[in-house]
């Protein structure tokens, strides 16, 4: 995945991508509403280590904070 996408309920993309965006909006103070930022980023972070390519789907404006689904290179179907 080349692009991180965000409709502004949901962003997706590659995770490190996603990283990158995400540290860009904090420098920028923008806010995702209904989510702890720093949090998010530190689970970004977890995720990469575990697979840089892996892909993420993050739901941040659900009112009971963020929820993530991810896909790792294993889930690649050919």
Do not use: H
């Not at 502004?8 to 995400?22: S, Y």
Request: charged letters at 35%.
């Amino acid at each position: 995945m080349k692009n991180v996408y965000d409709n502004g309920a949901v962003m997706l993309g590659n995770v490190t991508m996603v990283i990158e965006e995400i540290e860009k909006e904090m420098k920028e103070n923008i806010d995702m509403i209904f989510c702890d930022m720093e949090e998010l980023l530190k689970d970004m972070k977890e995720l990469q280590k575990i697979d840089k390519d892996m892909i993420v789907s993050i739901y941040y404006e659900n009112p009971m904070g963020y929820d993530y689904t991810c896909w790792d290179t294993k889930d690649i179907v050919k």
